[in-house]
């Protein structure tokens, strides 16, 4: 069965950076269209970063410039580099995943059907 594990959360400073993992098993990353998804308390899942099979992204306008998706898919492995980072970010980050083979990722969560439990992100000014 498919499953994604998220780590690297944590809670840091304002203007600190961290690194989240997402570790897949159950599939070939590589054939699939993968994404980190955030949700605060009393707030809607926001998109963060999608990446597809060709490693092209889409950032949310409030994340780009500072947040970085990037996979390997030797080690099955998603990673979502978050610097700057400010208190609006604190939330529980999700990974996400979808067999897509060369469509385009995008950054509805509806859109995936694999999740990850999260990890929280916690950012202090």
């Known amino acids: 069965q498919v499953q994604l594990v998220e780590s690297g959360g944590g809670s840091v400073q304002a203007g600190r950076s961290l690194r989240l993992s997402c570790e897949a098993s159950g599939l070939s990353l590589r054939n699939y269209c993968m994404g980190w998804f955030r949700q605060a308390p009393a707030k809607a899942r926001e998109g963060v970063a999608v990446?597809?099979?060709?490693?092209?992204?889409l950032y949310g306008a409030s994340v780009k410039g500072r947040f970085t998706v990037s996979r390997d898919n030797a080690k099955n492995t998603l990673y979502l580099e978050m610097n700057n980072l400010k208190p609006e970010d604190t939330a529980i980050y999700y990974c996400?995943?979808?067999?897509?083979?060369?469509?385009?990722?995008?950054?509805?969560?509806?859109?995936?059907?694999?999740w990850g439990q999260g990890t929280q992100v916690t950012v202090s000014s």
């Open positions: 996400a995943a979808r067999n897509c083979g060369r469509s385009p990722a995008y950054l509805v969560s509806g859109w995936y059907n694999y």
């Open positions: 990446i597809d099979s060709d490693g092209s992204t």
